[in-house]
């Protein structure tokens, strides 16, 4: 992450040696150089470090809550209905004032999400889930076409760079926005966590420790809502960084759970975004290409690899801490049936 840092606000036109960003962040009115580090290249490599942070600890809640290691907020309608919020009123010459864009975005990514837990029978199942949010997010998708059909040229250019989730010429504004929305994630996040560690176990053993998984996985689906939303309204869907960064997580992680896969995944997802912007920037200069693109084009491949290589590896004894849960989880079912058998 600070190797990214470092040449995001280095590189470029001008560049601005590394021994000089000290100097150029603090003489920023009086140099072009101080200028453009912390007008342009600052705000932008801080956005891709929340976005990223909060993609990556969005996609490991999906995965958590669903047990499937492929759920991800671009097949789950999440990402697809925010982008569809977001892209409406452009197409239909709307005016919206830019703080109303988040809540667009979460309009659009809660009817998504709830849209696919009532196809799916409100989350009964996991698998369920997973496959109705696929239909969803392709239906969505159709709708956007739709509306880029109606578009103009310049808002398709929009459009078009926008979905694919871009950081161009993001600025202090665009960062500041996204505050008051990680205020409300970030506790209900830490409070989920301990409860996706449970519903790993399986909704059964779920219920019998205590934990209605129906309801539990409904509210993870909204927290990665209040995650995804605000920084798909301000980035577009970066694609692929919530897959990519929680099985980065648990590679590096093997025999930890969720609450200690949580911080890591947001950590990796920062530094996904982070450096997928450095060629997005630079690889074709003067012209900018969408982060997107790149984290889908090298994301997706790293996090298959990954797939394979933990389905290749045996399997580890379990840690006295889930043999606990388990057995405590097995106790509590017989001696409920036990006690129905009695009555």
Do not use: K
Request: hydrophobic share 55%.
């Amino acid at each position: 992450m600070a190797t990214a840092a470092v040449c995001a606000l280095s590189l470029g036109t001008p560049y601005v040696p590394p021994h000089r960003l000290p100097a150029a962040l603090l003489d920023a009115d009086d140099s072009l150089a101080g200028v453009v580090v912390t007008e342009l290249r600052l705000p932008r490599l801080l956005l891709a470090l929340v976005a990223g942070a909060c993609l990556g600890a969005a996609g490991l809640v999906l995965q958590e809550a669903l047990r499937n290691p492929l759920a991800v907020p671009e097949m789950l309608g999440v990402s697809s209905g925010a982008a569809l919020g977001v892209a409406a009123p452009l197409v239909l010459a709307v005016s919206i004032p830019a703080a109303v864009q988040p809540l667009l975005a979460i309009g659009g990514a809660a009817f998504g999400g709830v849209l696919t837990l009532v196809a799916a029978g409100l989350g009964r199942s996991p698998s369920a889930v997973l496959l109705t949010g696929a239909a969803v997010a392709a239906a969505l998708q159709a709708a956007l076409l739709v509306l880029m059909v109606m578009a103009d040229q310049l808002d398709l250019q929009l459009i078009y760079r926008y979905l694919l989730g871009s950081l161009s010429a993001r600025t202090w504004d665009d960062l500041t926005g996204l505050w008051p929305w990680l205020l409300v994630a970030v506790p209900a996040l830490v409070l989920c966590a301990p409860v996706l560690s449970v519903l790993r176990l399986g909704d059964e053993d779920a219920e019998a420790l205590g934990v209605r998984a129906q309801r539990a996985r409904f509210a993870a689906l909204a927290i990665a809502v209040v995650l995804i939303a605000p920084v798909t309204a301000v980035c577009g869907p970066v694609a692929w960084v919530g897959f990519l960064a929680p099985h980065l997580a648990r590679r590096l992680h093997p025999t930890g759970d969720a609450v200690a896969w949580l911080p890591w995944s947001a950590a990796w997802g920062a530094v996904v975004v982070a450096v997928a912007d450095l060629p997005a920037r630079l690889a074709l200069a003067p012209v900018e290409t969408p982060a997107g693109a790149w984290t889908a084009l090298f994301g997706v491949p790293v996090g298959v690899a990954l797939l394979r290589s933990r389905r290749r590896r045996p399997a580890r004894p379990a840690s006295r801490t889930s043999r606990g849960v388990r057995e405590r989880g097995s106790g509590a079912a017989v001696s409920s049936i036990e006690r129905r058998e009695t009555r």
